[in-house]
Nanobody
Framework: QVQLQESGPGLVNTSQTLSLTCAVS??????????WSWIRRTPEKGLEWMGS???????YYRPSLKSHISISRDTSKNQFSLQLRSPTPEDTAVYYC??????????????WGRGTQVTVSS
């Protein structure tokens, strides 16, 4: 059973970088052909796929967020991370990490973390 667990600060301000990490257990993040994704949920937009990192380290980003986010991984720790630069209060959301099968950004999520609330204060 694959398990994912998000971690990171629950409150950041607009001068900081929003950084979250997802620890994966029960499976390797280098296993073909899985994609490891970040998704967020807001009352206004619902669920929004932000980006993914693949089993081979390739990255895929939502076009509207591409200039603001980076996704990286640490294979020695079997975890992947999200960095969102220059956050605004509109980035306040519940952030989830998930495993996505077959292709990034299409919504075939098979495992999810529980989610972590992040609030951006101005």
């Amino acid at each position: 059973q694959v398990q994912l667990q998000e971690s990171g600060p629950g409150l950041v301000n607009t001068s900081q970088t929003l950084s979250l990490t997802c620890a994966v257990s029960g499976g390797s993040i280098t296993t073909t052909y899985y994609y490891w994704s970040w998704i967020r949920r807001t009352p206004e937009k619902g669920l929004e796929w932000m980006g993914s990192i693949s089993y081979d380290g390739s990255t895929y980003y939502r076009p509207s967020l591409k200039s603001h986010i980076s996704i990286s991984r640490d294979t020695s720790k079997n975890q992947f991370s999200l960095q969102l630069r220059s956050p605004t209060p509109e980035d306040t959301a519940v952030y989830y990490c998930a495993r996505e099968d077959r292709a990034p950004g299409v919504g075939w999520y098979t495992y999810w973390g529980r989610g972590t609330q992040v609030t951006v204060s101005s």
